[in-house]
């Protein structure tokens, strides 16, 4: 862990010394080509200027840069600026002026003639032109050979950085290409990227903290406050850096100034809140008091801000922020102590965050609230990528983190699944066990039954046939026939497919067409195909075969026919069957009751008819 602490912390030191020196360098290098050769950019930095505070005016020598609020102690005014050059010949190609800090408003002229106007001179504490750097196009007629004259005209407003930077004349290519674009890419392009980088963070922070949601014990949904102290920074100073964008404010400037401080002071309040619940110091109820701080550090400053503004003293909210900075930095000395007694990656990561906000924002303060310099650009605006970077990490940490748990978490359950499965599995095995023990037993009990109910009966009819000495042979053969038959049907019953009749109808004929022939009836076969019966089970299967053998026995029996008819089809789902004979007929009113009791067992229709010659018994279900 310390090693990857270590290699992290040289990752941010590396990226904050490269950009130093490529600030540094890019100043340095616009340096050097403002000052090159006589036919090239020249950079204006001597001339006079008339001021005019108070209804006082003042002429005299000035050496640019011009930093008025320094100058003149915040107080507004008009000045004009005469910067005079000299050229050895009138040039031949467009030249342009570069000016990479001037405001509020201004209006500049060349030789007399007027080249660009920005803002109304007449009014004050309106647009705001300071926030950009200017390229100028200038006319090569209108430039002459030996003495020019550059003259700008500018209105200053109290706090808002009014002043003039040097500036640079030339040829167009090498002064737009070279120096306005460069400058405009670091200052108004740079604004535009900051802006829409602290949104995406703070949008993605937002969405975190409004559904990342966790139930405690008591129901009670508790949200991770690091999400709303970035998501709150990020939309604070997108505000903040927006104004570096906007010439023409929405508000007027007392209000929309106080505004602009207020985000200012709302983005360092809600970073430090953000460390304040990553170092875990929202769960100690001793470390409650230091919210107080942080919030004073906001009230203050719109107080400070609002004051400044209405005196036009810019002193007040110079003073206000030195005590913010001391604030800031010392709540952060706290921070950076308690990351290094109990080191992490995530502390460290906004610990050098906020480091290097603190040490830009004590530059920002000596460089452009106390030194004279003008033009110069802040440096705290480009802190908040550090903010956002180490969020973004912070959240990709704990998304694979939170990844890894849930999928050791849906491992354990799998495995818990597939134990629950091998024991259903086992379970379900004895429980198919146990039900095909008792398939067997229920199977034994109803083939016992069979037997007793019919060939014990009729083995009962021919031992009684037998005791009473009255019975012919022929009456007793058929009576042990009758049960053989039985007995016969028994054992096809538990082959028989459930539902399928035809199956049913061809043992039956295998089984009784040689006793019908023995006995000399003459059988008669009709029967259709038909398809399976679904409301048929194996028990309604057995009804059906034992109705049927008994119809037929009793044609064998008591008919004395010499013609037996079976047949038997389908119409839709119904299944009609019919035996037919041509004995001598029976009283149809007095059905036998075995018939009945089956038919009704299998929900089938049973209508019998009966006449000399002709009796029919027809079953009708499906």
């Known amino acids: 862990m310390l090693t990857r602490l270590r290699s992290l912390l040289s990752l941010w030191l590396a990226v904050l010394v490269a950009g130093a020196a490529s600030m540094g360098g890019a100043a340095a290098a616009e340096t050097a080509r403002a000052v090159q050769a006589a036919d090239g950019p020249i950079e204006l930095r001597r001339g006079t200027v008339t001021t005019s505070v108070d209804g006082v005016t003042r002429t005299g020598p000035v050496e640019l840069s011009y930093h008025w609020d320094r100058q003149h102690r915040g107080q507004p005014g008009l000045a004009s600026f005469d910067l005079p ?159 570096g964008v906007i010439a023409e404010p929405p508000l007027p400037w007392v209000p929309w100034g106080v505004l602009m401080a207020a985000c200012y002071a709302g983005w360092a309040a809600s970073a430090m809140m953000f460390c304040y619940h990553l170092a875990g110091w929202a769960r100690n109820s001793r470390l409650q008091w230091l919210r107080w701080p942080l919030a004073a550090v906001v009230a203050g400053t719109v107080a400070a801000s609002a004051l400044a503004l209405h005196r036009e003293q810019p002193v007040w909210l110079t003073g206000w922020l030195a005590i913010e900075i001391v604030v800031i930095g010392v709540f952060v000395g706290g921070f950076l102590v308690a990351t290094v007694r109990r080191p992490n990656a995530e502390q460290m990561l906004v610990a050098i965050a906020a480091l290097v906000t603190v040490a830009f924002g004590v530059r920002d303060w000596l460089v452009i609230r106390l030194s004279d310099a003008y033009g110069e650009t ?62 067997r037993t229920h199977e034994r009990e109803r083939i016992l039954r069979d037997m007793h109910d019919g060939v014990g009966s009729h083995i009962s009819s021919a031992i009684r046939q037998l005791q009473s000495g009255q019975t012919s042979d022929e009456e007793l053969l058929r009576t042990l026939r009758d049960s053989l038959d039985q007995l016969k049907l028994s054992i096809d019953s538990i082959h028989l497919p459930p539902g399928d009749v035809g199956a049913l109808l061809a043992a039956l004929r295998y089984r009784l067409e040689p006793r019908l022939a023995a006995a000399g009836i003459e059988f008669e076969w009709a029967v259709d195909e038909i398809g399976p019966v679904e409301l048929l089970d194996a028990h309604a299967m057995r009804q059906l075969q034992f109705l049927l053998f008994e119809a037929i026995s009793n044609v064998l029996q008591h008919a004395q026919a010499n013609v037996l008819r079976i047949e038997a089809d389908m119409q839709g789902d119904t299944v009609r069957l019919r035996v037919i004979d041509n004995g001598r007929g029976f009283d149809a009113s007095q059905v036998p009751r075995a018939l009945l009791e089956r038919a009704g067992a299998i929900g089938a229709v049973l209508a019998v008819e009966s006449r000399p010659g002709r009796t029919v018994v027809q079953l009708g279900f499906g």
């Open 85 to 243: 050059f000299t050229l050895a010949a009138a040039p031949e190609t467009p030249w342009g002026i570069f000016i990479p800090r001037v405001g509020n408003v201004f209006e500049v002229q060349l030789n007399g003639a007027l080249l660009q106007v920005y803002g109304d001179l007449g009014v004050g504490n309106d647009a705001d032109y300071a926030k950009a750097p200017i390229y100028v196009p200038v006319p090569g007629r209108l430039l002459k050979a030996g003495e020019n004259n550059l003259q700008i005209r500018l209105r200053a407003d109290s706090a808002r950085r009014a002043g003039l930077s040097r500036v640079v004349v030339g040829p167009a290519t090498p002064v737009r290409t070279e120096l306005f674009e460069s400058a405009y890419a670091w200052r108004f392009t740079g604004s535009v990227l900051l802006t829409a980088f602290s949104l995406v963070v703070g949008s993605i922070a937002l969405a975190l903290w409004l559904t990342q949601v966790d139930t405690g014990a008591v129901g009670r949904h508790r949200r991770d406050g690091i999400y709303f102290w970035a998501a709150l920074a990020e939309f604070c100073w997108a505000i903040r850096v927006a104004d």
């Open 378 to 439: 802040t440096w705290v605006r480009y802190s908040s990528i550090f903010f956002g970077i180490a969020l973004l990490l912070i959240v990709l940490r704990r998304f694979h983190a939170v990844s890894t748990q849930a999928r050791g978490w849906v491992a354990a359950l799998a495995e818990r699944v597939a134990q629950r499965e091998r024991e259903l599995a086992l379970t379900y095995a004895e429980l198919e066990q146990v039900a095909r023990d008792q398939a």
